[in-house]
């Protein structure tokens, strides 16, 4: 089983969509967890991160943790063309001498808005 | 804002050749990681610096070195290149605090082996 798995999708929405993005994992050393968004032809820039189980909310975009069910999710509002991108998640861990963390990334899924 | 500057967006190179790519970061971070991305594969972590002159194997190491000499800059190194290095390389620096993945990425620098 891969540590962390991720819908490559692609995921097709109309403008004004609620749009849901998930992933699992399968490390319970986890233990913060991240969104970033990558548009095309650019690199990945960090949207949200969380720490702890529960919801975070920022504007359109809300980050949710279940760490019981080792699932995270997120949720655009109102989602606009220009939320077309691959959107990924991130999750740390400290590595083997607890020293730092090690960064581990799901291969990202493909949003497209329509207007 | 931070920058992480890749120096070549294209490049083609024949099976064989050397290939440097470069990275320079203006923010001071201790921390900077060379990664490839490709499609269905996701990003695969190539080797990361947590220091001048140091350097870790990260997954996929395999054909590839590194090189930090000063702090704001850090070098992938392909030594004899091969079609399955072809490839979109995507550099990223970090301050790194407490567990949370804030890396900065580059641009990425496509790279194609004929």
């Not at chain 1, 399968?26 to 032809?41: E, I, L, V």
């Not at chain 2, 992480?4 to 900077?32: A, I, P, W």
Request: net charge neutral.
């Amino acid at each position: 089983q891969k540590e962390v798995e991720q819908d490559p999708g692609p995921l097709s929405v109309p403008e004004g969509a609620i749009v849901s993005l998930n992933c699992t994992y399968s490390n319970s050393a986890f233990q913060y967890f991240m969104w970033y968004r990558q548009y095309s032809r650019k690199g990945p820039e960090l949207l949200m991160y969380t720490y702890s189980s529960g919801n975070k909310e920022d504007g359109r975009f809300t980050a949710q943790v279940d760490k019981s069910s080792k699932y995270i999710s997120l949720f655009i509002r109102d989602s606009q063309p220009s939320d077309s991108a691959t959107y990924l998640c991130a999750m740390s861990a400290p590595n083997s001498g607890g020293s730092n963390y090690k960064l581990t990334f799901g291969k990202g899924t493909l949003l497209t808005v329509n207007p | 804002d931070v920058k992480v500057t890749q120096s070549s967006r294209y490049l083609v190179k024949r099976t064989g050749e050397k290939v440097f790519l470069e990275c320079v970061q203006d923010m001071d971070h201790e921390n900077m990681f060379w990664y490839r991305q490709d499609p269905g594969l996701g990003l695969r972590l190539i080797y990361f610096s947590y220091d001048v002159k140091m350097k870790e194997k990260g997954d996929i190491p395999e054909g590839y070195s590194v090189s930090r000499e000063k702090k704001e800059r850090f070098s992938l190194i392909l030594e004899s290149a091969s079609t399955n290095q072809t490839s979109m390389y995507l550099c990223a620096s970090s301050f790194w605090t407490g567990g949370i993945g804030e890396l900065f990425f580059g641009e990425g620098s496509r790279l194609t082996v004929l």
